[in-house]
């Protein structure tokens, strides 16, 4: 059982992370009051609004805040995290000029789970309808739209119609079965075993490409891809499913990791986009941790995963202005990966974040997972 001193330094570690990346990061859209996005970067060149628009960046926002308010409602950086959590939705519809909608079936599946998690937890009523009705309805009638037999099956990745992959399917599939319908989440994940399944690593591929001269398959193996299908096959259950979850939890420790000195380290993928990747595995990997219709094998792995890489990104922070700044690589620090005075990205530390989050359930889980 762990001590009550481990919970509490996990604890302080996830809480560092959130105090940190609100406070670095956070602000309002142009200054309108109720508004709140996280900064590209930090310190932030320009004002909130301006500049490049990373809706998805903005999701998984929204995603670590629900996970830090299901522990504790307890302010980050003087508001409550979900409080917090809402207002990032509102203003990604400001931003966003207007709706919930974008050119992106990937970045529309983000939103919509982390929505349908924030709904999860009590905040201000709207109406007689759930608080997010609407963005859901909106959001689910768009994947339902990038659903087609083409290729197969499977979600396109974007309204250009010519590239179906991993990170639009997966965490559509999990969206489809977290709201009832779960045979087209059980379709959808039929067809990335069928197409996107990697026989010889047990991983997922990114994508297959529609092309002139036929299907070109994307065999790159991110972090980010094995996590959602994780969720979704853990989500449907039954035994096929639990095997595949517990096959894909033992090849992500084959495949996708360093040595981290202690036990296997996960790669991460750098910085922009893929600094977010490896946090969205541990999200998911956390879950199977929890999972208790998963092989205990399988659990035990999954945890050990997501710890390792906390304590790593731990280790390697730095502090500036009395606030926590982690590295893009485990291997390194974050003085190497963001030399003082340089900008740091909000993906990496949303990434660290979410790796924190994760590894404070594992560790309130191992109870359960040494008594197994």
């Known amino acids: 059982m762990p001590d009550a001193q481990t919970v509490r330094h996990a604890e302080l570690r996830a809480d560092t992370a959130a105090h940190s990346v609100?406070?670095?990061?956070?602000?309002?859209?142009?200054?309108?009051?109720?508004?709140?996005?996280?900064?590209?970067?930090?310190?932030?060149?320009?004002?909130?609004?301006?500049?490049?628009?990373?809706?998805?960046?903005?999701?998984?926002?929204?995603?670590?805040?629900?996970?830090?308010?299901?522990?504790?409602?307890?302010?980050?950086?003087?508001?409550?995290?979900?409080?917090?959590?809402e207002q990032v939705v509102r203003t990604i519809r400001i931003r966003n000029g207007g709706r919930f909608t974008n050119s992106y079936f990937d970045d529309m599946a983000w939103l919509a789970l982390a929505a349908l998690r924030l709904d999860t937890l009590p905040g201000p009523p709207r109406g007689n309808k759930p608080r997010h009705q609407g963005l859901r309805e909106?959001?689910?009638?768009?994947?339902?739209?990038?659903?087609?037999?083409?290729?197969?099956?499977?979600?396109?990745?974007?309204?250009?119609?010519?590239?179906?992959?991993?990170?639009?399917?997966?965490?559509?599939?999990?969206?489809?079965?977290r709201t009832g319908e779960r045979e087209r989440a059980q379709d959808l994940v039929d067809w990335l075993n069928a197409s996107l399944l990697d026989p010889g690593t047990g991983l997922y591929y990114d994508g297959v490409r529609q092309k002139a001269g036929g299907p070109v398959l994307e065999r790159a193996h991110f972090t980010y891809n094995q996590g959602p299908v994780l969720g979704a096959l853990l989500e449907l259950g039954g035994a096929a499913n639990l095997e595949r979850a517990a096959d894909l939890v033992q090849a992500t420790s084959r495949h996708l990791v360093a040595d981290g000195g202690t036990g296997p380290l996960l790669r991460t993928h750098g910085s922009g986009d893929g600094g977010l990747f490896t946090g969205i595995l541990c999200r998911y990997l956390a879950e199977a941790t929890a999972a208790p219709t998963l092989d205990t094998g399988a659990r035990r792995t999954a945890g050990s995963l997501v710890n390792e890489l906390a304590d790593r990104l731990w280790k390697g922070r730095a502090v500036r202005n009395n606030l926590a700044v982690f590295p893009s690589d485990p291997r390194s620090t974050a003085d190497e990966n963001y030399p003082p005075g340089t900008g740091v990205e909000l993906s990496t530390q949303l990434q660290a974040w979410m790796v924190l989050e994760a590894a404070l359930r594992v560790v309130r889980l191992e109870t359960d997972l040494r008594d197994a």
């Open 138 to 177: 909106s959001l689910g009638r768009a994947l339902r739209s990038g659903h087609t037999a083409d290729l197969g099956g499977g979600v396109w990745w974007n309204r250009a119609r010519n590239f179906k992959n991993t990170p639009a399917t997966a965490p559509a599939a999990l969206f489809f079965a």
């Open 22 to 85: 609100t406070t670095a990061f956070g602000g309002t859209l142009l200054g309108l009051p109720g508004t709140h996005l996280g900064a590209v970067r930090a310190p932030q060149p320009l004002p909130r609004g301006v500049g490049p628009w990373h809706y998805w960046w903005q999701a998984h926002y929204v995603d670590v805040l629900v996970d830090t308010g299901l522990r504790s409602r307890a302010p980050v950086s003087g508001a409550d995290p979900i409080t917090l959590a």
